[in-house]
Every structure is written in structure tokens, then in C-alpha cells.
């Protein structure tokens, strides 16, 4: 079993934009980090920008609180998008249908310019 | 630490004496017993013999001190013929000059560098040209750190021990004198060695009991404490040449014992260690400071040391009102060494002895409480170890349980369909994992796979899989995207956050494959990938829809499944073992695919499935997917 580093979670506020920067493995123990973050963003949070590019791994465990995430902010009605996701995740995330609810971006320029920020 | 804590009350107040009675064996040894004068204050010309010092008060010898942090005492002594003259004095201060006629002739300690050592006996020798028969003059200069204790006792001039005679008698005295007060602390010595194999001992323990964390920190307790017993010894009976590196030594064990005495309880709470208990910590590592410490600073240890030993006490106070296990014993083991800890204090306050003797030894009162400490909490330890050991065996029974469930439901199932090959290879993980694979007869001849994995592991992952492998054998259609929908409905209110990835797929006898995918990896045909729609995993949202696929399979066709154990296999780099390696393993056997797995890093369970249409002359084609 490989030890899993534990992941830390960067919340960036510009507006209605906020941007969750993760780093480390997601997996079952990074609820605070990924739900935790999420929650503390205020109501009036519109457009949230998932940063992936300090991540290396996320497992099944770690994909369902991504999920959970993204079925909170769709029912909320804010618009979430991806950046920074190793080819192998965003693979991943294409085959889960993730798609529906997160775009997927190549660069956090990128993911700004489809946000409107 | 208690002896830190005794060596603290001697660093501050002294050492004491035992009376010899009998210890002359050279030609002759007079004692300095009777009136000798003193004087409060310094002044160098004291020393001289031509003072007047009938003026001072006088002070009996054997008596108690002078209350005074620095006095001089004088006496006059008449001596008799000697060859080699010397003079013994016994622990009288932390520092002193001795003066013969108002001839410089030894010191203990250094009053210039401040440099004091825990008082003791000590020999020096007279100048022989100065030492003719007839009266002469001793002044004393005496430096004191503290009027209180010495060692646990009230300081004295004690009958006997100061003398002038024959150096080698005398040096064979002080020996006798050490010796005795060496031996009167044999209990202590064999306590300290016992504590030190109980801190060893509840140190080595945390992999073996539940509450791991706060047995170490005792252990640590009990060892810092006990190997401050080596700087104390050595402050009393080495060499005096390097008394502030022993003191650091010494310091060092006490900042640690109390460190300790500070996480012991948070440990054994499992409370959240506050951010002012962490700077006071930084605090007492300060203790170890080898600059010595102002007078001032030694009061501010004093109230640490106090302060440190009350906050446990605290703590398992709130934890009793709370109800929680063990909080009174704790409570009670605290309140002990709090209380020893303030008997102390107030030892050295009030003047008072604190050593208690046992059988002609003297022990600390400290020592007492951690006699009664570790059997204590070895009794505790032993309680937990078997609460501890009972639990991992039920658990380890429930998990073999379960694996051997979900191994059933894995690989066991699956059946011999005309004109169908199943390949399928499960290889679980050290943790029960969700992968599941499920096969079916259809009507005519065809057959129904089911192939996914619960998110999760452990218990949660098995039980949901029991669920869906019940949800499977009572479904009411081999329809691939029906066969979803009723386990989706299923899996809604069963999943608690996670999800489930699942391929179902229909394999007709005439080469018809309906594919519907929830989530589930890659599938592939002949060894290259198949392009199916995305779909949502099932248990996220009630209304998810998904699309299926149909394809042609001509005869000797195989489709194959791997779980994301094998994809997302790691190695020592923590790369992962990917989808264009994954790709590249396809056509081979699934047995061969999971070693291969296996063999790059499993991290995951491991489950590959593969399904290969042969060719049956004759068979029927008659059935139809949709």
C-alpha cells in the first residue's frame, strides 16, 4: 500500500469566482479538503474553478467526493470548471460523465476564459 | 524527573551529611566541632588572622547555618605535630574559599564565575610551612544559591565532619562519607532502574494496544524521568569538572518529563493538543538551556514545573465529568504527582525535609508516586491490550468473513454458456475492495455480463456489493440499460456519497453485443479500446439515462474488462500503470493481465474479465438484444 500524502486544499476568492486549488492524493481522507472547502464558500459563490494540477492521484473514494461536490454546486446553480487534471483523470472523469457537470480545461487561462473571469 | 525534581531542591538548597563517628585511621584527626564565629556579608580582609572577629556572633558547630545567601565563619584551632596536615569539610555551601592563617589554600566552586557545585564533602591540603604546631586561623567564605534545602534536608554543620589532620585519613573520611551517603540512596538507584524498563516497556507497547499514542508518551514520562538520575549522581559523586554540562543533562530530562506530563493526557483523550500548551512546551524546552539561570529564573522553573504537573489534572477532571473510561484513575494518578510535586515546592519554601527513608534509604516522595504509577497503568495496559486484542480478532474475523463473501460473489459465479469463453481473474487487495463480475444465462442461448466496482473498501464496499449482486439475480430483464436503471434505483439510497461504476452487456449467440456503460474504465475488443457513450455512475442522481452500444462480434472475437486496479495500478514511483499500458496488456489472458498488474504495484483489487464469442456450427441466432 502506497502511503497517500494528505491533500491540502487553497480556497481563492476574486467576486463570485472562487477557485479550490488541491494538492496531494484525493482519496476517502480528503473530505475537509474537497467538501470541507466547498461548504465554507459563501452563497454567492456563482463560478468554481477546480485546480487539479498539484494532484496526482485521486481514487474511487476521492472521485465520489468530486462528485458530491459537483451534484452540491449543480443544484446550487453554480457552474463548475476543471483545470490541471493529468491526461489518465481526465480520461476518468470523461467515461463518469463528469462532463455534464464540470468542464474540462487544459490550463486555469483557459478554464478563467470559459468561466468569464 | 521526581529525582530531577529532588536534584532541583538540592541544586537549590543543598546537600546534607551523615554523621561518621569513627572515621579516623591515620595518626590523629581533630574535629572542628565547637564556637566558631560568623559574619553576614564579604569582605576579603575577614580572612586574615589579625582580624578581630570576637565581635561576630557565634555559631555552634554541630548546628544549623547561618540564614544568609554569603557570610565568613572563622575559628581558631590549635595544632598539634603533623607531616602531612590537611582539612575535611562537609557540604557546607555551594561555594567556598578556605583561608589557613589568611593564606588562600582551596576552593569549591568559583565565586568569580558564579560556578557553584551541589555541596559535598571536600579535602584540602594545608601548606606544610605554615602548618607548625601552635594556633592558627581557618576563615571560611561561604556563597549560598539559596538559604532553603539541601537535598531534601535541612542544612547543617553537622558533628564531625569538619576537621584538620592527616591528608590520607582525611581523604579516607570524605571517601567513608560519600560512600555512606551514596549508599543511602541504593533504593533510589534500584527504583530509577525498574522505571526505566516500565518507560521501555510503554514506549516499545503502542503497536500493540489501542491508545498506542499516550503509552508513549508515558513511557517517555518514565524514562526522561529516570535518566535525570544520571546527571543528578553524577553532580553528586563525579568529578566536579563539568557540573553545567551535567546540569543540562539533567534539564533536558526534566523539560522532556514534562512535555510528556503535558501530551500524556491529551493523547489519552484524544484531545486536540491547544497552541498555548505548544508555546509553554517551547517554554520548558528552554529549560535545557545550558546558560545558567538567575536565581529569579530558577523560581520561574519551579512555577513550570508546577504548572505542567496541574494541567493533567485539569484535563482529566473535565474528562471525569464527562464520563469518560479511566478519567478517574487518571485523575487520581495526576493529583498524586501534583501533590508530591507542591510537597516539594513547599518543602523548600517552608524549610522542611522531603526525603522519606525506607529501610535506611531515602526516597523521594516522587519516587512513591510512580511506585504506585506504573503498576497502575500496567494494569490499564494490560485492560486495553485485551479489549485491543479481542476487537482485532473480531474484526479480523468479520474481514475474512466478508472477503470470502465477496470472493463468492466475484469470481465464484459464473457460468458455461454455449458458444461463449469466460476468462475472468480476481485478485483482491489487502483491503475487501468493490470490484464485483457477475454472469448469467439469457434466453436462447445468450449470455448476460455484469462487470463493475462499488467505490470504497472495507465493509461499506462488500455489503454494497451483496446489495447489488441481490438487485442482479432478481432483476426482471437481461436489457442492458433496463438492468441499469433497476440498479441505479437500487443504489440510490444505499451508496452514502460514493458510487458505483457498471457495464452491463448482452452477448447474443449471433454476434449481437448491446453494451450499457455507468462510469465504468475502458472495455476492450480484440485488444483495442471500445468507443462507448459516457454515462454517470450509478447511486449519484435519480434520473441519470445512459446509451447503449450494439456491435457485431464475429467468431473469436473477445471483449475484456479490467477494473481500475489494474489502470490505476502504481509502482514505487507512484506512477500509475495507465490506460496506454492497460491497452497494450489487452489481448493477453486475464490471469496474465492481473499478475502484470500485480507486479507494477497493486493498490487496488484486481479484476479482469474477458468474454470470447466462439464459433458454434449450427447454432440458432434467433434472439435479439433489443
Known amino acids: 500500500m502506497i502511503p497517500q500524502p494528505q491533500t491540502k486544499a487553497k480556497v481563492e476568492r476574486n467576486g463570485s469566482v472562487a477557485v479550490l486549488r488541491f494538492e496531494g492524493d484525493v482519496t476517502s481522507t480528503s473530505s475537509g479538503a474537497v467538501l470541507g472547502s466547498y461548504e465554507k464558500l459563501p452563497p454567492e459563490t456563482k463560478e468554481i474553478l477546480l485546480d ?53 480545461h487544459p490550463s486555469e487561462s483557459a478554464a478563467k476564459a470559459a468561466s468569464g473571469g | 524527573m521526581w529525582r530531577a525534581l529532588a536534584l532541583l531542591c538540592l541544586i537549590v538548597l543543598g546537600a546534607a551529611a551523615q554523621t561518621i563517628v569513627n572515621a579516623e585511621s591515620g595518626p590523629w584527626a581533630a574535629t572542628l566541632d565547637g564556637t566558631w564565629r560568623w559574619h553576614s556579608g564579604d569582605d576579603r580582609r575577614w580572612a586574615s588572622p589579625a582580624f578581630d572577629d570576637s565581635g561576630w556572633p557565634a555559631l555552634r558547630v554541630p548546628g544549623p547555618v547561618p540564614n544568609s545567601r554569603a557570610y565568613w565563619i572563622r575559628l581558631s584551632v590549635a595544632l598539634g605535630p603533623t607531616t602531612d596536615p590537611a582539612s575535611m569539610l562537609g557540604p557546607i555551601a555551594y561555594m567556598n574559599e578556605v583561608y589557613w592563617d589568611g593564606e588562600h589554600i ?74 555512606t ?82 501530551r500524556f493526557p491529551h493523547a489519552l483523550f484524544r484531545r486536540r493538543v491547544p497552541i498555548a500548551i505548544r508555546y509553554f512546551e517551547c517554554f520548558l524546552a528552554l529549560l535545557a538551556s545550558p546558560v545558567p539561570f538567575p536565581y529569579s529564573a530558577r523560581v520561574l522553573r519551579s512555577a513550570s514545573v508546577l504548572a505542567a504537573a496541574l494541567v493533567p489534572v485539569a484535563l482529566a477532571r473535565a474528562e471525569l465529568r464527562k464520563r469518560t473510561a479511566d478519567a478517574k484513575l487518571i485523575l487520581v494518578l495526576f493529583a498524586f504527582l501534583a501533590a508530591a510535586i507542591v510537597h516539594d515546592m513547599l518543602a523548600v519554601i517552608l524549610h522542611s525535609p522531603t526525603g522519606i527513608y525506607i529501610f535506611g534509604s531515602r526516597v523521594v516522595p516522587l519516587d512513591l508516586v510512580f511506585l504506585l504509577w506504573v503498576p497502575a497503568i500496567s494494569r490499564q495496559v494490560h485492560k486495553a491490550n485485551l479489549r485491543f486484542r479481542d476487537e482485532r480478532e473480531r474484526l479480523r474475523g468479520e474481514m475474512e468473513a466478508a472477503r470470502h463473501v465477496h470472493e463468492v460473489l466475484v469470481s465464484a459465479h459464473s457460468v458455461q454458456v454455449r458458444g461463449f469463453d469466460i476468462d475472468a481473474s480476481y485478485r483482491p487487495a489487502t483491503e475487501i475492495g468493490g470490484d464485483f463480475f457477475q454472469s448469467f444465462p439469457g434466453s436462447g442461448d445468450a449470455l448476460f455480463v455484469v462487470v463493475g466496482d462499488a467505490s470504497g473498501k472495507g465493509m461499506k464496499a462488500a455489503l454494497l456489493v451483496s446489495v447489488i449482486v441481490g438487485a442482479l439475480r432478481n432483476r426482471k430483464s437481461d436489457q442492458p440499460l433496463e438492468v441499469l436503471g433497476q440498479l441505479n434505483a437500487v443504489l440510490l439510497d444505499q451508496s452514502e456519497g460514493g458510487f458505483t461504476t457498471c457495464c452491463c452487456a448482452l452477448f447474443v449467440p449471433d454476434g449481437t453485443l448491446a453494451i450499457a456503460n455507468a462510469g465504468h474504465l475502458a472495455h476492450y475488443r480484440n485488444g483495442r479500446e471500445i468507443e462507448t457513450a459516457p454515462g454517470l455512475p450509478l447511486g449519484v442522481v435519480r434520473d441519470a439515462s445512459w446509451e447503449e452500444t450494439r456491435i457485431e462480434l464475429q467468431p473469436n472475437d473477445r471483449v475484456l474488462w479490467m477494473s481500475d486496479g489494474v489502470v490505476e495500478a502504481r509502482n514505487g514511483e507512484r506512477d500509475l500503470l495507465g490506460f496506454q499500458r492497460a491497452e497494450e496488456l489487452a489481448t493477453r489472458s486475464a490471469s496474465e493481465i492481473a499478475q502484470a498488474a500485480q507486479q507494477f504495484g497493486q493498490d487496488d483489487d484486481i479484476t479482469v474479465v474477458s468474454i470470447t464469442r466462439q464459433p458454434v456450427p449450427g447454432l440458432a441466432s434467433h434472439c435479439s438484444p433489443a
Open chain 1, 52 to 104: 487539479f494540477s498539484k494532484v496526482q492521484y485521486l481514487n474511487s473514494s476521492g472521485i465520489a467526493l468530486v462528485i458530491q461536490l459537483l451534484m452540491e454546486a449543480n443544484k446550487s446553480g453554480q457552474k463548475v470548471q476543471t483545470f490541471g487534471l493529468t491526461p489518465h483523470f481526465q480520461k476518468v472523469f470523461t467515461m463518469l460523465g463528469l462532463t455534464k457537470y464540470t468542464s474540462l
Open chain 2, 106 to 179: 582551596g576552593d569549591f566552586g568559583n565565586f568569580s564565575r558564579k560556578q557553584w557545585f551541589v555541596p559535598r564533602w571536600h579535602t584540602f591540603q594545608l601548606p606544610p610551612a605554615s602548618s607548625k604546631p601552635g594556633s592558627h586561623t581557618v576563615a571560611i567564605r561561604i556563597g549560598e544559591i539559596s538559604t532553603g534545602l539541601r537535598n531534601g534536608r535541612q542544612p547543617r554543620l553537622n558533628a564531625g565532619e569538619n576537621r584538620i589532620g592527616d591528608l590520607a585519613a582525611l581523604r579516607e573520611a570524605e571517601s567513608a562519607y560519600m560512600r
Open chain 2, 181 to 262: 551517603d551514596f549508599q543511602s540512596r541504593l533504593l533510589q538507584l534500584l527504583l530509577t532502574f525498574g522505571f526505566i524498563l516500565a518507560g521501555l516497556y510503554f514506549i516499545l507497547l503502542p503497536p500493540l494496544v489501542a491508545q498506542g499514542a499516550a503509552f508513549r508518551w508515558l513511557g517517555l514520562i518514565l524514562l526522561a524521568g529516570s535518566l535525570g538520575i544520571i546527571p543528578q549522581f553524577y553532580l553528586n559523586y563525579g568529578p566536579l569538572d563539568m557540573p553545567d554540562l551535567a546540569r543540562s543533562l539533567l534539564w533536558t530530562c526534566v523539560s522532556v518529563f514534562l512535555i510528556g506530563l503535558l
